[in-house]
Nanobody
Framework: VQLQASGGGLVQAGGSLMLSCAAS????????MRWYRQAPGDERELVAS???????TYADSVKGRFTISRDNAKNTVYLQMNSLKPEDTAVYYC????????????????WGQGTLVTVSS
């Protein structure tokens, strides 16, 4: 049971990147999916979250620039990041507090491995 994040890279300030987070095939469904980020020396912070019903929330620092979306059929969540700033540089992690596996068991606090986003000035 795992999440696989991808899409990070190096981009200039003002540029865009899209991150993806795909669930492993043994995950049946996920309600809440979240993106966190952690910059060197900082604590991990919640960036955005979404539910299967389409409810989304964002950190104040990314509102209007980042958009979280998902494909429920694929258990995949995306993070479209526009107007990137150097302070967005961090390792981005996807997370779900609870997932339902194909074996109909609940697994809690599932994390992806992280993908590095570097924004140059």
């Amino acid at each position: 049971v795992q999440l696989q994040a991808s899409g990070g890279g190096l981009v200039q300030a003002g540029g865009s990147l899209m991150l993806s987070c795909a669930a492993s095939e043994n995950i049946f469904s996920i309600n809440v999916m979240r993106w966190y980020r952690q910059a060197p020396g900082d604590e991990r912070e919640l960036v955005a979250s979404t539910t299967t019903g389409g409810t989304t929330t964002y950190a104040d620092s990314v509102k209007g620039r980042f958009t979280i979306s998902r494909d429920n059929a694929k258990n995949t969540v995306y993070l479209q990041m526009n107007s990137l700033k150097p302070e967005d540089t961090a390792v981005y992690y996807c997370n779900s507090p609870v997932v339902l596996t194909m074996a109909r068991r609940y697994e809690s606090n599932v994390w992806g491995q992280g993908t590095l986003v570097t924004v140059s000035s």
